[in-house]
Each structure stands twice: as C-alpha cells, then as structure tokens.
C-alpha cells in the first residue's frame, strides 16, 4: 500500500451553496482526477466538515475532495424544517449533480452513514462507491438473523420487565417531545463540558479529543435554529430501513469499524450487513464511533486503496 500525505488539524477553508433557498457550507480541496472519481466526506449527528480536516489534507493529493455540512449542521443554515433521511438524501444527490458534476463516493460517518447509503441506494447513479464508517440507520424488527440468541427473542413472549421498559421508554419518549424538555435537554448537552464527557466515552484514543474539535462542536450549537434541529430528532418518523436499502444497493460497499464503540455493536451490526449485502469490504479497527479522526492514517490508506480496486474499473 503507498503512503498517503500526512493528515493536518487545520480545516481547510470552504465556500457555500444554494440549496432549496438554503445556504449550505461545503469544502472542496484537490484537483479533478482522471479517471478517479471524487470523494464526497459527510459527518454525523452534531458534526460538520471540521471533522473531517484529517482525512481531506490525508486524500487531496489522490482525490478531488468535497464535504458538506448537512442542512441543520455545521455552518450550513439551520432552518425549521422535518429533518430526515430523505431530506439529506435529497440534499446530498443535488449537490453530486449540481456542483460535483459525476459520480462520487460516498464516505459517511454514523448519520452521514445512513444519508450516504439513502443516496447510493435510491439515486443510484449518484454514487460510485460507498463507504459507511459506523454508520446509523435502523433494521426491520423481527428480520431474520444467523444469530440464535436473535432468533430465540423472536418466538418468545416478552418477559413482564421487558414490557415494563416499553412503557418506561414511551414515557420517556414522549417526555422529550416536549417543546420544555428538548429545550432545557438542548442547553445541557451543548455545554463543552459535557461535550467533552461524550466524546471520552465514545473515543478510545482519549488524546484526540482536543480542544479545537470541542469547540467545533460548541460553535454551531450555538447558531439560531439549533434547537430546533436537535427537536426534530424526537419528532421525526425514521427512514428506510438500512436492510432495505442494502437490497437495492448495487455499488461497491466499504465497512470501517471502530470496534470500541460503545453506542455500536461492530460485530454484531457488521453480520447483519453482510447478511443482505455479502460482496462488502470491511476492516475492523481499534477506534471509537469516529474511526476517520481516531486513527486518520489508517482510514486515508484504506479508503485510498480500496477506491483505486474496487472502484475502479
């Protein structure tokens, strides 16, 4: 495998779109690559473009690189709207034929996971590859599953506790679809020291949490119509599921994990991938849910790689 260029902290400079009468933020750095297609880095929940600087300044040198802040993120704009998969699919296929101008591959990080894969598996001629870095995203309930332990919870009854926490999680559930409680919810979680807290707990390399990516993630929690973003989460219905979407899916699949995970199961959720899509790629690595911040060089080599032989043809 050849070396990529080292990955910097500094974030690389950005400019912005229209979209639907949105301003939306995006950073693009590299030359257009003969026969190459171009890279399309798409953050998670509470992320931006920032959290990507590593990977951007590791692959621009192979790639034209490009990544967006989604709508109700980052430096995009954060209007009052029903924030969905849909909706940043939508968002996502615009900006591939509008401003990129051909196919791209799709490298998704948790909910940017799950956008990449509603845009590589229902606009299909958008996407050259896809890579899905603990990627978000529901399963059907009850779907089968090669695990026994899956399939014995199946056919039996649910235990009296059991039902108990469907009544707890209800009441929670509604509790925070209060308007009160998503609000005083919202001013808690964007402290940065509780920032800070979630990101110890979701990072194994604990050296990585900087103050500069805290900050990257305070800033726009601060911006008008951040609550509203975050609100929506509690109110709006979930998306295609992710088994559906692998069974339309026909491009070349790439599946990083960041085995130390705490809010996903790497093993677990990488047997159900392969269970509706086996032709995937994956490599499991010794990183938490952000494995392309965790461990940049290793993600950038993969990445590199694996475009170059999988993707094209």
């Known amino acids: 495998m050849q070396a990529t260029t080292a990955p910097s902290r500094t974030p690389i400079p950005g400019q912005y779109w229209q979209w639907r009468g949105h301003s939306i933020y995006y950073v693009k750095a590299g030359e257009p690559q003969p026969h190459r297609p171009p890279l399309l880095l ?18 621009y040198n ?9 709508l109700g993120f980052g430096r995009s704009a954060k209007p009052k709207l029903e924030y969905s998969g849909d909706l940043w699919r939508d968002q996502l296929y615009d900006f591939i034929t509008q401003v990129i ?49 899956a399939l014995q919870t199946q056919i039996e009854p649910p235990k009296a506790n059991d039902q108990l926490q469907k009544l707890l999680g209800d009441v929670t559930k509604w509790i925070f ?46 911006d008008s119509g951040a609550l509203d973003v975050f609100s929506s989460v509690f109110s709006t ?43 995937l790629t994956e490599y499991f690595l010794r990183a938490g849910h952000c494995p392309h911040d965790e461990v940049p060089e290793q993600v950038n080599l993969l990445l590199r790689d694996w475009v170059l032989s999988k993707v094209i043809k």
């Not at 192979?62 to 989604?70: G, H, K, M, T, Y």
């Not at 209060?178 to 110890?200: H, M, N, S």
Request: with cysteine; hydrophobic share 40%.
């Open 42 to 59: 798409i953050h998670g929940f509470g992320a931006s473009t920032d959290h990507w600087r590593k990977n951007i300044t590791g692959l």
């Open 62 to 70: 192979d790639f034209e690189v490009f990544a967006i802040d989604l």
């Open 101 to 149: 101008g051909q196919k791209a591959v799709l490298a998704g990080n948790s909910l940017g996971g799950y956008a990449s894969m509603c845009v590589a598996a229902q606009r299909p001629d958008a996407a050259a590859g896809l890579v899905l870095l603990n990627s978000a995203g529901p399963f059907s309930e009850n779907q089968p599953s090669a695990e026994p332990e």
């Open 177 to 222: 679809q209060q308007p009160l409680a998503q609000f005083l919810l919202f001013q808690y979680i964007k402290q940065r020291w509780v920032i800070r807290q979630t990101l110890e707990k979701v990072y194994l390399d604990k050296s990585a949490i900087t103050d500069q990516l805290i900050e990257e993630i305070y800033r726009p929690a601060c």
């Open 237 to 279: 219905p979930q998306g295609e599921k992710v088994d559906m979407l692998l069974k339309q899916l026909t491009c070349p699949l790439l599946m990083l994990w960041g085995e130390a995970d705490p809010w996903v199961n790497a093993r677990e959720r990488s047997n159900k991938f392969r269970q509706y899509y086996p032709e």
